[in-house]
């Protein structure tokens, strides 16, 4: 009876677990969620095995926090603890790389903070620059045939064309912004702009003198007895003659000082104001100039200098020092080597450095044509033509992409 009643039971649980998998469609190795512990069956007679019925652990697999796809590791199977699953349940992995949190940032939209920004301004706020580098490694625009780019405002302006082949000159003002040439030692530019020897030439009669110096180390001429020389190199009776006799006078160049002695007879003292070295010179030394306190003429200390850099690149500024911009080191000198222009301005030059000018070239405003040697700026060395000696004239060419010369 007791068998009778075994069988019965463990008939009655297959067919509840047949009719569990028909209206489910779960089947024992099909994945659920564990409900709770093995159950098992408490009649234990020795005569037949226990009935475990084995509720299958939960096998779904699970990624960590954090991670967005499925899970890069490798899963672990471990078998179920009844042998009924030969593959096993699947776990997650527990590698580290698994349980750090995922930190990479999802927003692709992140603003660029080292983006170049163009320097060619705008219309709208009145600084738009038609021409000349942006800022960012190319150029606002280009200007037209004929036109040369103006560095400093960044516009286009009329190209000028030397006339030195034109005027046969050889050195001189070359009617735009350069000149023709430069002489050599002893030699200077006449006023026909060919060189001449530098041989000096009295000003007397070009400043009217008939006594004095005559600016060349020599003398315009000696005046007769009771006449003396003046101070503008006329021969008088009147020795104080062009002197300021409340005020006292400076020579032009501020060396030395008129004073008269009313007399009688009238005398002219001239003090050598360069050689004073009373208290009176301080640091700087001595030379003429008018005294707003005493209100004369006198031998003072020199005004302090005040360097004079405007519109200047390069150059003197006016006080023994050198103009230091931009465009120059800390020793104010151009960079790259360039050559500094009689009107202050860095200019290239057959050889130098490129600096700024790359392969597509330059036109200056005297129509010179400057390219680099290399593609890439800051290499290389300068390339320099004359567009006006082979009568041709420096352009953007739309074509080829670069500034050459071209026909007139």
């Known amino acids: 009876m007791k068998l009778l009643s075994k069988l019965i039971l463990v008939s009655s649980l297959a067919v509840?677990?047949?009719?569990?998998?028909?209206?489910?469609?779960f089947g024992p190795a099909?994945?659920?969620?564990?409900?709770?512990?093995d159950v098992v069956d408490p009649v234990d007679d020795g005569n037949l095995p226990d009935v475990v019925v084995d509720v299958p652990r939960d096998t779904t697999v699970r990624d960590l926090p954090g991670e967005d796809t499925a899970d890069a590791g490798?899963?672990?199977?471990?078998?179920?603890?009844?042998?009924?699953?030969?593959?096993?349940?699947?776990?997650?992995?527990?590698?580290?790389?698994?349980?750090?949190?995922?930190?990479?940032?999802?927003?692709?939209?992140?603003?660029?903070?080292?983006?170049?920004?163009?320097?060619?301004?705008?219309?709208?706020?009145?600084?738009?620059?038609?021409?000349?580098?942006?800022?960012?490694?190319?150029e606002c625009g280009y200007c037209d045939?004929?036109?040369v780019c103006n560095i400093a405002d960044g516009m286009c302006k009329t190209i000028c064309i030397p006339d030195c082949i034109e005027k046969g000159k050889a050195c001189g003002d070359d009617g735009c912004t350069g000149n023709c040439g430069d002489c050599g030692i002893n030699y200077k530019c006449g006023i026909d702009f060919q060189c001449h020897p530098d041989i000096c030439e009295p000003d007397c009669v070009e400043a009217g003198k008939e006594c004095g110096e005559d600016g060349?180390?020599?003398?315009?001429?000696?005046?007769?007895?009771?006449?003396?020389?003046?101070?503008?190199?006329?021969?008088s009776a009147d020795a104080?003659?062009?002197?300021?006799?409340?005020?006292?006078?400076?020579?032009?160049?501020?060396r030395y000082l008129y004073i008269?002695?009313?007399?009688?007879?009238?005398?002219?003292?001239?003090?050598?104001?360069y050689a004073q070295t009373g208290a009176q010179c301080g640091e700087r030394g001595c030379d003429c100039h008018y005294n707003t306190w005493s209100g004369d003429n006198e031998c003072i200390e020199k005004p302090p200098c005040v360097p004079d850099c405007a519109g200047k690149q390069c150059g003197d500024d006016g006080c023994g020092g050198l103009c230091i911009?931009?465009?120059?080191?800390?020793?104010?000198?151009?960079?790259?080597?360039?050559?500094?222009?009689?009107?202050?301005?860095?200019?290239?030059?057959?050889?130098?450095?490129?600096?700024?000018?790359d392969w597509v070239g330059w036109c200056w405003a005297d129509n010179w044509l400057y390219t680099c040697s290399a593609d890439t700026m800051g290499q290389g060395t300068i390339i320099a033509e004359n567009c006006t000696a082979s009568g041709k004239i420096c352009y953007y060419n739309s074509g080829s992409g670069q500034r050459i010369c071209g026909s007139l």
Do not use: H
């Not at 509840?16 to 469609?25: I, Q």
């Not at 060349?216 to 190199?233: F, L, P, Y």
């Not at 008269?260 to 104001?273: H, R, T």
């Open 16 to 25: 509840a677990l047949a009719t569990v998998s028909a209206c489910t469609g």
């Open 30 to 37: 099909d994945v659920v969620t564990d409900v709770g512990p």
């Open 74 to 138: 490798t899963d672990t199977f471990v078998p179920t603890d009844d042998g009924a699953n030969d593959e096993g349940v699947a776990v997650p992995d527990a590698t580290p790389d698994d349980v750090v949190p995922d930190t990479t940032p999802t927003d692709t939209n992140v603003p660029e903070t080292d983006a170049c920004i163009l320097q060619c301004g705008s219309l709208e706020n009145g600084d738009l620059r038609e021409c000349g580098s942006d800022g960012c490694g190319g």
């Open 145 to 147: 045939y004929g036109e």
């Open 216 to 235: 060349c180390g020599g003398s315009c001429g000696q005046c007769g007895e009771s006449r003396v020389c003046t101070v503008g190199g006329k021969c």
């Open 240 to 254: 104080c003659y062009g002197v300021d006799l409340e005020r006292n006078t400076c020579s032009l160049d501020g």
């Open 260 to 273: 008269c002695n009313v007399g009688p007879p009238q005398s002219l003292l001239q003090i050598d104001c």
């Open 325 to 357: 911009t931009s465009e120059t080191d800390s020793q104010g000198l151009c960079d790259g080597g360039w050559a500094c222009t009689f009107d202050f301005k860095c200019r290239p030059f057959e050889g130098a450095e490129c600096v700024w000018i």
